[in-house]
């Protein structure tokens, strides 16, 4: 797979780009607030149809366009497999005056939906925030395991979107049920919204389960190579309820700490196994999820945990070990990618050198050789090796102008 090239409209401080991108790698030099990140953002949003840190579509579009009668952002990509040729087109269009933005997405100039892009081209993007997946939030790490699986397969993205907007329904049930008191037929109406939430919850959790465990083969060997020491990184599911076992009775008080702390492993859990157990979780905590108001347990409750022999580095690891066991978990999501989709993912790097120390610089410069294309942006072009600057292709942005580094 190969972005030959990248069109950009109007789309943050890009107000009109075309670039060429040759295989191999190429290196993206400016200062602060140019539009280093602005650029990997693009791209990612051409093979998701999301932003990874825009709230909405609106802050995509260029602030010297918005008061014109009818501003409009646009990216478009050409991607190649062998001598096949895809056309991949995004506009932001105004939705009727009221501040926001649609979204029409164009494959090979026919209309389609943003779940078609999934496929068309696969990132795998490390970020200086990604530094910090150890100890960061929850909802972090849950995003760091959809975007990998999303791009592995449409099915998992359907069923991440259904299941956010189900979980949403059955919460507005349950507040209501917490405000006004039951009704006669609560129990009927839960019943119909828990085999919803379930349907598309049993396949988000048995394919994080069997992420984390991939992950965690190919990190645990890099993670020996990066630290050079001799304790096996381990990665664990902490999900709310343990898919592997039945529920205690209905009502009865459970303790979750152990399993959050200490996580599951089930690598062969399949959807329908995930399905059945979560319905019966759904059953047994019905009381606390009415007396809460919301449901208590779920994906959208999932956690990743990071080990290395018993320690949860979360918890108990440096900040070095976080980042090495951060860095690990990335290199190895472009091992499994190539693995399960047949070809290498485009590999970006959003300014990650500076976060790095001079030998983990050293183990993530060696993953480009082991994907066809890769685009990287840096403050300062000393984290290179001369060799690797002559094999790259140089450039250069300065307020949102990209041209040949001199
Ligand atoms: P850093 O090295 O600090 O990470 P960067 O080169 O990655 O910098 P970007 O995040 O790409 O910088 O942002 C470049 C500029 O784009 C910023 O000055 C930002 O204010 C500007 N910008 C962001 N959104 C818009 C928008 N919708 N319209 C115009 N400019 C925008
Ligand atoms: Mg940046």
Redo the contacts with the bound molecule.
């Keep these: 797979m190969h972005l030959r090239h990248l069109s950009l409209t109007n789309f943050?401080?890009y107000i009109r780009l075309e670039l060429d991108l040759p295989l191999g790698l190429t290196i993206v030099q400016?200062r602060?607030?140019?539009?280093?990140?602005?650029?990997l953002e693009a791209i990612v949003y051409l093979a998701t149809g999301k932003s990874l840190r825009a709230g909405n579509d609106a802050?995509?579009?260029?602030?010297?366009v918005r008061d014109e009668p009818y501003p409009f952002a646009r990216m478009a990509a050409e991607v190649a497999r062998g001598e096949k040729r895809d056309q991949i087109d995004i506009t932001l269009l105004p939705s009727r005056g009221n501040g926001r933005f649609r979204k029409q997405v164009r494959i090979n100039a026919v209309n389609k939906r943003a779940m078609d892009l999934v496929g068309m081209m696969r990132t795998v993007i490390f970020r200086p925030e990604d530094v910090d997946l150890v100890s960061g939030s929850p909802g972090q790490r849950r995003r760091y395991l959809d975007i990998a699986l999303c791009q592995m397969s449409p099915d998992y993205c359907r069923a991440l979107s259904h299941y956010q907007k189900v979980l949403t329904q059955r919460n507005a049930l349950l507040r209501n049920l917490a405000e006004r008191g039951r009704s006669g037929d609560a129990g009927a109406q839960l019943r119909y919204w828990d085999e919803k939430l379930v349907e598309s919850g049993g396949l988000v959790i048995a394919r994080r389960q069997w992420l984390i465990h991939e992950l965690e083969k190919d990190a645990a060997v890099l993670h020996l190579d990066l630290s050079g020491g001799v304790e096996r990184l381990h990665l664990r599911y902490l999900p709310s309820f343990d898919p592997g076992r039945q529920p205690a009775s209905r009502g009865a008080v459970i303790s979750t700490a152990k399993l959050r702390e200490q996580g599951v492993s089930y690598p062969d859990l399949t959807p329908e196994q995930a399905r059945a157990s979560f319905l019966a979780h759904l059953y047994a905590g019905r009381d606390r999820d009415m007396a809460a108001g919301m449901t208590l347990i779920g994906p959208h409750r999932d956690d990743l945990g990071f080990y290395l022999g018993e320690q949860n580095l979360r918890a108990y690891g440096s900040r070095g070990q976080q980042r090495t066991a951060a860095l690990a978990s990335k290199l190895a999501e472009v091992a499994i990618m190539t693995r399960v989709s047949g070809e290498a993912p485009i590999l970006l790097l959003d300014?990650v050198m500076s976060e790095l120390d001079a030998t983990r610089r050293a183990m993530l410069l060696e993953v480009i050789p082991q994907v066809r294309q890769a685009i990287v942006?840096t403050?300062d072009w000393d984290y290179f090796s001369s060799g690797l600057l002559d094999a790259a292709n140089r450039l250069q942005?300065q307020e949102?102008r990209l041209s040949a580094a001199a």
């Design positions: 943050r401080n400016g602060n607030a140019q539009g280093k990140s602005n650029l802050e995509l579009v260029s602030w010297l300014d942006t403050t942005v949102g």
